[in-house]
Structures are given as structure tokens and as C-alpha cells.
């Protein structure tokens, strides 16, 4: 079974994650607003970094910048891992930022290729080939990983999953069920079970 838990400080926005023994993969998908630093501490892993491969074993660091598209995965049976969240800022300035800031303030917003290639006065081939080259992922990667990690303060509050999914634009929990699965390695219901929160100085 894969052992995971996620640490929090609210007051400082870090978030620190341990992992034990998994054998968990990430697909592609990027950090908004922080970035990361994580050492392996038992097994090895591969990591792909703006298209970059890497390899860490025991005892090696890796980094990745906010907003750089990165995928990891085991090389050895099961790895183990920890991976801390840092608050960074992020001064660039996007053409396509209106799109990319309506989706991560509203996770859960419908909108249609169409609609978001209107908004901006483009063709939707433009639209989809701007938006992936700015941010890193397609406009629908990047909406759902939205919507995981606004699932993931939800359910962090105490919300039900049912109703988390509803919130977050999914059409049921069944479907965040494997989106969310996919993405953060592990249920709603054990992340639930894995989230720890605490304040500075507690």
C-alpha cells in the first residue's frame, strides 16, 4: 500500500510530503504559485523536466521551478521520498493570462475551447498551441489539475467527497475518484486520512 502524508503550515503555505515505500507515478502537470524541492530517500526515481530525463537514487536532490511542466516516476520496485512546497512568486506576464486566471480561480467553470478562443480573439488551434507553450500543459490538463487541487483544500476542510466533486465541476465521485487518483497517487478518502494541518509555532 502506498503511505503518503501530507504536512501543512498554513500560516507559512509550505507543504511537506512524505512518501513510504510507494510506487506511485505522476503524469505530466506543473506547480502554480510554489515551487518544489525533494530528496529520495530510499529506491530511485525518473524524472522528466521541460522534457529533460533524470534519474535520482538515495541521497540525491532534485528541484523544479513553479510553472515547469514535470512527470516522475519508480525506476526501482517502490521509492521512498520527501518533497517540500515553498511559496514563489510568479511575475511573468502571459498573453493568454485572462484564460489561465479565470481556470484557476474557478476550477469548476464549463468553458469550452471555443469560448476561451473567443475571449481572447483567436482560433482555437491558436488558443490550445499559446496556452500549452505559456503554461506547460494543454488548457483541459490544466483545468483538471486545477480542479485536483482545489479538491485537495476541500477536502482538507472536512467537505464530503461527494460534495467535493460536485463543487469542483466533476459529474459525480466516481469521476473524481480516478481523476484525483491518477494525479495526487492516492483516494480522496486516504488523502483525507493523510492531511495533516498545522500553524507555525503549534
Known amino acids: 500500500m502506498n503511505k503518503l502524508e501530507y504536512i501543512k503550515d498554513i500560516s507559512a503555505g509550505i507543504e511537506v510530503i512524505s512518501y513510504e515505500k510507494v510506487d506511485i507515478s505522476y503524469p505530466e502537470h506543473t506547480h502554480i504559485g510554489h515551487s518544489v524541492l525533494g530528496i529520495v530517500t530510499e529506491g530511485r526515481i525518473g524524472i522528466r523536466i521541460n522534457g529533460e530525463e533524470y534519474r535520482c537514487q538515495e541521497g540525491e536532490y532534485f528541484s523544479v521551478a513553479l510553472n515547469v511542466p514535470h512527470s516522475i516516476y519508480p525506476i526501482s520496485d517502490t521509492y521512498s521520498m520527501i518533497s517540500v512546497c515553498i511559496p514563489a512568486e510568479d511575475d511573468a506576464n502571459r498573453e493568454l493570462d485572462i484564460i489561465r486566471n479565470e481556470i484557476i480561480g474557478n ?13 481572447v480573439h483567436v482560433s482555437s488551434y491558436h488558443m490550445i498551441r499559446k496556452f500549452t507553450d505559456e503554461n506547460g500543459l494543454t488548457p483541459h490538463k490544466f483545468q483538471l489539475q486545477c480542479r485536483i487541487r482545489k479538491a485537495q483544500e476541500l477536502l482538507a476542510s472536512g467537505m464530503k467527497v461527494v460534495d467535493v466533486a460536485l463543487a469542483v465541476g466533476f459529474c459525480d465521485q466516481s469521476h473524481l475518484d480516478r481523476v484525483f487518483k491518477k494525479q495526487v497517487g492516492i483516494s480522496p478518502e486516504e488523502y483525507v486520512k493523510s492531511a495533516i494541518l498545522s500553524k507555525a509555532g503549534e
Open 107 to 119: 476550477p469548476d467553470l464549463k468553458i469550452s475551447i471555443a469560448d476561451m478562443a473567443e475571449k
